[in-house]
C-alpha cells in the first residue's frame, strides 16, 4: 500500500508503546487478564502515553518538549497510583483523602491536554464550561438553576471515584469498541487491503459520466466503512482520488468536496460504520449488529444521493468519461482476499451473535494470515507501522471518548439533560419536524468542531427522551442523533473532512466545504425520512406505508440533486430548478404525511422536467427554444 510513498519516520519509543497497546487490547479480547476498571485504566493509560509521548518526540521547540515530557511523567504517576490501588479508590468514592482528590485533579488536567493537543480547545472548553456549571446555576432562575455537589464530591463523580465521569459510559465505548477497528484500518491499510477496490472500481465505472468522481465514491465508501475514520480514509484515498479527479477534469474543490463526502458517508455504511455507531451500541445496549443492520437502507440512499450529484456535476462540467482501461482480472482475484474474506468474517462473526471485541480480533489476525500467505509477503515495518499507526488513531479517540465523560456525569448529576429535553418540546410548541430542526442545529453546532461522538453522546442525552415524547421509538431517536452526529464532519466553521480534502486538493476550503455540503445533502435530510418512515430502517410499520415511503424517498434525493446542481440531462433555469425543488419537497410532504395525492403531483412534477430536459437536450437549433419543441 506504501510502496513509492514516503513515510514519516516513527520512533522507536512510539513503536513501542504502540505495538504494547495493540497487543494488549488483542489479548483482552481472548483472556480476562483483569478487571473492568483497571481493563479502562490500562487504556486510559495508554492514549494518555501514546498522545503525550508521540508529541514529545516530535517537538522542536524547547519548553514544548519540557511541558510534553512532564505529560508524560504525570501519566506514568497518576495512572499507575490507579493502577495499584483502584479497589481502595471505589471503596472511598464521594470521601476520597485529599491526595487522592489531587490524583484525579491530575488525571482531569491530563485527559484535558491531550484532548486539547488532538482536537483544539473547542472539546477541553466544553467540558469545563458544564461542568462548572452548575457551580454557577445555583444563582441562575429557572428553568437555567441547578445545583451542585461539594467541590471533593464532584472532582470524585468525574474521575477518581472510578465508576462515573472519566471512567464513566464512554471510555469503555472507546476500549471495547472502538479501538480494536480503527487498528484494523490500520493494519489493512498497512497490508494492501485497498488494491482490490481500486481495480474493481476502475472495471465498473469505466464508460460512464462522472466515471473518475463515481470511482473515488466507490473507493471512499467502501475504505470507509473500515477505517470507521473519515479522515483516515481521505488520508488513505485522498491522495490518489483527489488527483485522479483533478487530472480528469474536476475542479479542485468539486474534488476535495467529492472526497469529503464520501469517506464521510463512510461512518454509517456497515459492516464496520464509525465511531459514533460504537458510541451508540454501547451506551443503549442495542446490539451492534442490529445498528448496522438499521444502517442499510440509509447508508444505500446516501450513496444513491452522492453519486447522482457526482453524475450531474460531471454533465455540468463537460467532462469526458473515463478511457477505456482493461483490467487484468488476474490481479483483480489474486488481490481480493485480503479485504474479501475479513469483510466477509466480520459479517459472519456478527451475524451469529459474537462480541465485537472477539469479531475485531479474529478480523485483524484474519487479514494479517492472508496477507502473509501470499507469495509477495509485505515488508514486516509496514505491518508494525500498521499497528502504531492503528494504536496512535485508537489514542486519540480515547482521550476524546475521557473528556466527554465529565460532561455526560454533569448532565447526569444535576438534572440539566431533563431541563434541555424539555426545553426542546417548549421551543418547538410540541411539533415534530421544528423540534427536528432544533436538534439538527444543536447537533451539528458541537459536531462541526470536530466532535462528533462529544455531538452524539451529549445531545443524546437530551434530545433522544424529547424525540420519545413525542412518539418516536427509542431506538428510532437514538439512529437519528447517530446519524446527523457524523454528517457534522461536513459542516463549517470546522468541517475537519473538508479541511483535510481541501488540503489535498489544493483548494479554497470554504469552496471545499460548501461544496461538501451540497454533495452529501442526502446524508443530512435522510435522518429526517427514517423518522417519518421507520421501515427505512427496518423497524415495525405498515408494509405498504414503508414501501411507498421507500420510494418517495429515493425521488425527493433525485429531485433535491438536479435542484442542488443545477443540472440533469442538460443545464437547468430558475424556474426548471424551482420545479424540482417543489417536487421534492412534495415527496418529503408526501412521507410525512402519508399522502399520496402529494407523491402523485410530486411525481407528475418530476415527469414533466424529464420531459422537458429530454426535449432541451435534443434541440437542434439555437433559435428554437424548448417550449416551442414542447408544444410543436
Known sequence: MWEGVKQPKIHIAVIIVGVAMALYHMVYTQFFLQDNVPHLNTHLGFCLLLVFLDLFLKSKRRFQTLWLLGMVLLTLFALGYVQLFWRELQENAYFNSTFELAVGVIIIFLVLEATRREFGLFLPVLSLTIVLYPFLGQQFPEPFKC?????DQTISNLSIGLANGIYGIVL????????????????LQALGGTKFFVLAAKMIVRNVQGGPGLVAVIWSSIIGSITASAAADIAIMGPFTIPFMKRHGYKPEYAGAIEAASSTGGLIMPPIMGMVAFGMAGTTGIPYIKIAIMAIIPALLYYFALGLYVYFRAGQLRLAKLPPEKVDLKELLYSAPIFVVPFCLIIFLLVNGYTVMYTAFWTIVCAVVIAFLKKNRPPMKDLIRGFVEGARGGAAIGVSAACVGPILATFTMTGLGVKISSGIQIWSGGNLFLALLIITAIIVAMGCLGAALTAYLVTS???????????????QAHFFAMYISNFAFLTPPVAMAALIASKLAEASYIKTATEAVKSAFGGITIPFLFIYCPFMLLLPQDPIRGVAGIIASVLFLFSMEITFVGYYMSDCSILERVLTGTSGILFFLSIALANFILFGVGLAFIIFITFYQWKKKSLKSASETPLKLIFR
Do not use: R
Open 461 to 475: 442525552i437530551f434530545a433522544v427522551p424529547a424525540l420519545i415524547k413525542m412518539g418516536i421509538g427509542f431506538e
Open 172 to 187: 469503555p465505548t472507546s476500549a471495547n469498541y472502538i479501538f480494536l477497528f480503527v487498528l484494523f484500518g490500520g493494519v
Open 147 to 151: 445545583t451542585a455537589y461539594p467541590v
